[in-house]
């Protein structure tokens, strides 16, 4: 059984950094392309990032690009979000899940969701002071 577990959310004030982690059982991390997801009270869920499966290529969202950072540890099964510098607008339930149709991340954006699967519970970030 695959599963997704999605942990390291929090209450954070504006500036300041937190680290999600993205934690895969019953599949080879290595053979899928992992993305980062969230979604906002009311609003659609966005892509936020994406790493490929095998050499690493890292795609983000313009809203994050700078202040996030994408990473995984295959021999832990497990992928991270590094945020730096949150915002307010950075609040929302964070989710993982694993890209079903390509091994090569070049993009990410809520339009591809589709193309994931395995999504996990999510991780509530908020930012707030």
């Known amino acids: 059984q695959v599963q997704f577990v999605e942990s390291g959310g929090g209450l954070v004030q504006p500036g300041g950094s937190v680290r999600l982690s993205c934690a895969a059982s019953g599949l080879t991390l290595n053979d899928y392309a992992i993305g980062w997801f969230r979604q906002a009270p009311g609003k659609e869920r966005e892509g936020v990032s994406c790493?490929?499966?095998?050499?690493?290529?890292?795609s983000y969202a313009d809203s994050v690009k700078g202040r996030f950072t994408i990473s995984k540890d295959a021999a832990k099964q497990t992928v991270y979000l590094q945020m730096n510098n949150l915002k307010p607008e950075d609040t929302a339930v964070y989710y993982c899940?694993?890209?079903?149709?390509?091994?090569?991340?070049?993009?990410?954006?809520?339009?591809?969701?589709?193309?994931?699967?395995?999504w996990g519970q999510g991780t509530q970030v908020s930012v707030s002071s």
């Open positions: 790493i490929s499966s095998a050499d690493g290529t890292t």
């Open positions: 899940a694993a890209n079903l149709m390509r091994r090569l991340c070049t993009a990410v954006s809520g339009a591809l969701q589709y193309e994931y699967d395995y």
